[in-house]
């Protein structure tokens, strides 16, 4: 059964830290392509930053440079999002997806299977 499962998600203050981690299981880890996306209510989801099937190569949205870094632990078959310096913006449900694409993109399109998401509430 293909599982991710997303986890780390919770309350922070405005400049707090978290680190969301996706556990996948189920099918190549390595061959997958990674994607963090958010989604609030009434808005569409959104690409966060992703990282290809090789780790190779990362993007990440605009609002989030310099302040979300996505690495993997392929051994453990988990993609980590560090995100610092938080932002009241930032507030949504955070989903993992895979892509049997080896490059990553923003587009929701290419992903074949997402996690149940997680929670991130940052308050002032």
């Known amino acids: 059964e293909v599982q991710l499962v997303e986890s780390g998600g919770g309350l922070v203050q405005t400049g707090g830290s978290l680190r969301l981690s996706c556990t996948a299981s189920?099918?190549?880890?390595?061959?997958?392509?990674i994607g963090w996306f958010r989604q609030v209510p009434g808005k569409e989801r959104e690409g966060v930053s992703c990282?290809?099937?090789?780790?190779?190569?990362?993007y990440y949205k605009d609002s989030v440079k310099g302040r979300f870094t996505i690495s993997n632990d392929a051994a453990k078959r988990t993609v980590y999002l560090q995100m610092n310096d938080l932002k009241l913006e930032d507030t949504a449900i955070y989903y993992c997806?895979?892509?049997?694409?080896?490059?990553?993109?923003?587009?929701?399109?290419?992903?074949?299977?997402w996690g149940q998401g997680t929670q991130v509430t940052v308050s002032s």
């Open positions: 189920g099918f190549r880890f390595d061959d997958y392509a």
């Open positions: 990282i290809s099937s090789r780790a190779d190569t990362t």
């Open positions: 997806a895979a892509s049997i694409l080896p490059q990553c993109s923003f587009s929701l399109i290419p992903y074949d299977y």
